[in-house]
């Protein structure tokens, strides 16, 4: 069964980093783009960063440009996003996300169909 299991979400301080795991299991993490979505209490789903490994290209949205980045392990089967100069607008659950039939970069969270659970960011003071 293909499954994703994010970790590396906490509490941090304004300012702050955090790296964020994201771990496959029952499939390999190589299908043409992987996600990174996040969602704040009351609001949609949004999507954060996104690769393609076709050719390595990453994509941010413009709140996180400079701040975050996205990579990927092949040899471990895992996705990561490294969260620099955290902001409290940032604070929300965040979730990865792949699907297999996927050949472009979607903002779209319906175009996606392997979520993992999602994992809790603060940042606060």
């Known amino acids: 069964q293909a499954q994703l299991v994010e970790s590396g979400g906490g509490l941090v301080q304004p300012g702050g980093s955090l790296r964020l795991s994201c771990a496959a299991s029952g499939f390999g993490l190589d299908y043409y783009v992987e996600a990174w979505f996040r969602q704040a209490p009351g609001k949609e789903r949004e999507g954060v960063s996104f690769?393609?490994?076709?050719?390595?290209?990453?994509y941010y949205t413009d709140s996180v440009k400079g701040r975050f980045t996205i990579s990927r392990d092949a040899a471990k089967n895992t996705l990561y996003l490294q969260m620099n100069s955290l902001k409290p607008e940032d604070t929300a659950v965040y979730y990865c996300?792949?699907?297999?039939?996927?050949?472009?970069?979607?903002?779209?969270?319906?175009?996606?169909?392997?979520w993992g659970q999602g994992t809790q960011v603060t940042v606060s003071s």
């Open positions: 690769i393609m490994n076709s050719d390595g290209s990453t």
């Open positions: 996300a792949t699907d297999r039939r996927l050949r472009y970069v979607s903002f779209d969270p319906s175009d996606y169909n392997i």
